[in-house]
C-alpha cells in the first residue's frame, strides 16, 4: 500500500475534467464481444483495472482447449460474469482465483443457480475451497435453459444472461431464460445490460420477472463505451469548486448519471453545453436524499459531499452497501465522524448530520476499496480539509489517472 495526504489550498479556476471510460459498459462490452465471437476491444493502459482484467480473462478462456487458471484480481463484476461464462463452456475446467477483498465477497446466489440450471447437465462446481473450480466437460445442454436467482445483486443476473448470450450466439440454446425470484437489486445496472445485448443483435424479452435471451442476428455492436458517471460525480465536485466542468455523456443509462438529480434536488443547478460539457452552479440549499439500491456505487460520493450540506442528508435502502468491496455503510459512518458530523443508522436508512465546520484533517482507512478513497478525497474540495489515506494505489481499479486528474485543478497528492 502506498500512504498519501491531499489537500487543495487554493484551486484553479475553469479546468476542464476528463473522466476516464464506463467501467460497467466496457466489461459489458467485452462480453458480448465475446459471446458473438467478435475481436474484442483493444483498451490502453489507461483503462480502468477491472476492464483490463476482464480482457485478459476472455481472451485466456477463448483460447484454452482444456484447463485454464484464471486470477480476477478484486473485481466481483469481472468475477461473476466470467464464473458463469466458465460454467456454460463445454469441455473445459476452469481455474478461478481472486484477492482476498472479493474471496470474502457473496457469491453463493449465482453458484446455487448454475448447479440448480446445469448440475443435472454434467456441470461441476468446487466452491469448497480457493481457486474455484468449475469442470464442464461433461456438460450437455438443452436447447431451452432456465435460470432462477433471487437478485440481491443485479451483477447475478446479468452474469447469467451475458453467458445465456454466449449459448444463444454459438447455436447451443434457443432461448435462454433468468426468473428472479424477487425485486432486483440496482435495477439500472441491468437496463444496462440489456442495452449492450440488444446493440450487440440479441433478441430480449422482460416479463415481469424473467428475463430471456430469444435470438441472436449478427451485425456490428452500435454502441460506443461513453464517460464514466461515476467517476464523472467525484471530478464534478471539483468542478463546482473551481468554476469549471466535465466531460460527460448526457445523462445517459447508467445508474449514477442520478447524481444530476439528487444535486438538483438539493438546489445545485446543472447544465449540459452542446459540448457534452457538464457545469454545476449555485450552493447546496437542503441535504440531499439517494436511494442505494438505484445507485449503490454513487451513495459514498454524495456521502462525502453531505458534510457540507446546511441539514441532514437521507440515503435508503443502504443495507446493499454492505456487501461490496468492503462494507461502505462503516466507511461512511467513520468518514461523518471524521469529517466532525455525524452517522444514524436506522433499519435500512442512513441519515448524515453535517458538521458546523468541516474538520482540518480526516483520514480515510480504505481497506483496499477504491470508492472509499475516490469518495474520501471530495472532502478536499470541500474546504480547508487535509485528508490523509491508507492507500492511494486502489484507485486504479475505476479511475488509474484520478490523482493526475484534480492535480490539473491545484490539489496536491503528497505520498507519504
Keep these: 500500500m502506498m500512504r498519501g495526504r491531499l489537500k487543495a489550498d487554493s484551486l484553479k479556476a475553469g479546468v476542464l475534467f476528463e473522466p476516464p471510460l464506463s467501467k460497467s459498459d466496457a466489461i459489458r462490452l467485452l462480453f458480448v ?3 458473438c465471437g467478435a475481436r474484442l476491444e483493444q483498451f490502453n493502459s489507461h483503462a480502468p483495472e477491472d476492464v483490463l482484467v476482464c480482457r485478459a480473462a476472455l481472451a485466456r478462456l477463448a483460447a484454452s482447449s482444456g484447463e485454464c487458471d484464471l486470477s480476477m484480481g ?42 440448480a440450471a446445469l448440475g443435472p447437465r454434467g456441470l461441476r462446481i468446487d466452491s469448497r475451497s480457493w481457486p474455484l ?31 445465456g448470450a454466449r449459448l444463444v450466439a454459438c447455436g447451443s440454446c434457443s ?66 469548486r473551481c468554476g469549471g466542468g466535465v466531460r460527460v455523456e448526457r445523462r445517459g ?15 445545485v443547478r446543472s447544465e449540459i453545453d452542446g459540448h457534452s460539457t457538464l457545469r454545476l452552479s449555485g450552493p447546496l440549499r437542503r441535504g440531499l436524499r439517494a436511494c442505494a439500491a438505484e445507485c449503490p456505487d454513487l451513495i459514498p460520493t454524495l456521502a462525502a459531499l453531505a458534510m457540507a450540506a446546511p441539514s441532514a442528508s437521507v440515503f435508503e435502502s443502504v443495507g446493499i452497501l454492505r ?8 466507511f461512511i459512518e467513520r468518514l461523518a465522524a471524521s469529517a466532525g458530523g455525524r452517522a ?22 480504505t481497506g483496499g476499496d477504491h470508492r472509499r478513497a475516490l469518495a474520501g478525497s471530495v472532502l478536499a474540495a470541500l474546504g480547508e480539509v487535509e485528508v490523509f489515506f491508507d492507500d492511494i494505489a486502489c484507485v486504479a481499479k475505476s479511475f488509474p489517472d ?15
Excluded: M
Design 33 to 35: 464481444q465475446h459471446a
Design 74 to 115: 478484486v473485481g466481483a463484476a469481472p468475477f461473476r460474469f466470467i464464473l458463469a461464462l466458465a460454467s456454460v463452456d463445454a469441455l473445459k475446467v476452469t481455474h478461478l482465483d481472486a484477492e482476498r477483498t472479493l474471496r470474502s465477497r457473496p457469491h453463493g446466489p449465482l453458484v446455487g443457480s448454475l448447479e
Design 133 to 163: 473450480t468449475v469442470d464442464a466437460r461433461g456438460l450437455r445442454l438443452q436447447r431451452k435453459l432456465v435460470f432462477s436467482i433471487v437478485p440481491e445483486s443485479s451483477q447475478y443476473v446479468t452474469a447469467l444472461l451475458l453467458a
Design 175 to 240: 432461448e435462454v431464460s433468468v426468473v428472479l425470484q424477487g425485486e432486483p437489486a440496482s435495477a439500472g445496472y441491468l437496463g444496462l445490460t440489456r442495452e449492450w445485448l440488444e446493440a450487440a443483435g440479441f433478441a430480449i424479452a422482460v416479463q415481469a420477472n424473467a428475463w430471456q435471451v430469444t435470438g441472436y442476428r449478427a451485425g456490428a455492436i452500435s454502441r460506443a463505451v461513453p464517460p464514466d458517471w461515476s467517476s464523472a460525480a467525484y471530478l464534478a465536485v471539483w468542478a463546482w
Design 253 to 267: 443509462g447508467h445508474p449514477d448519471a442520478a447524481v444530476l438529480t439528487v444535486l438538483e434536488e438539493a438546489g
Design 323 to 330: 456487501g461490496k468491496e468492503s462494507d461502505r455503510v462503516e
Design 344 to 365: 444514524t443508522a436506522r433499519e435500512d436508512k442512513l441519515i448524515l448530520e453535517p458538521p458546523a465546520r468541516l474538520a482540518a484533517r480526516v483520514e480515510i482507512e
Design 402 to 416: 484520478y490523482w493526475d486528474e484534480i492535480d490539473r485543478c491545484g490539489a496536491t497528492l503528497e505520498v507519504c
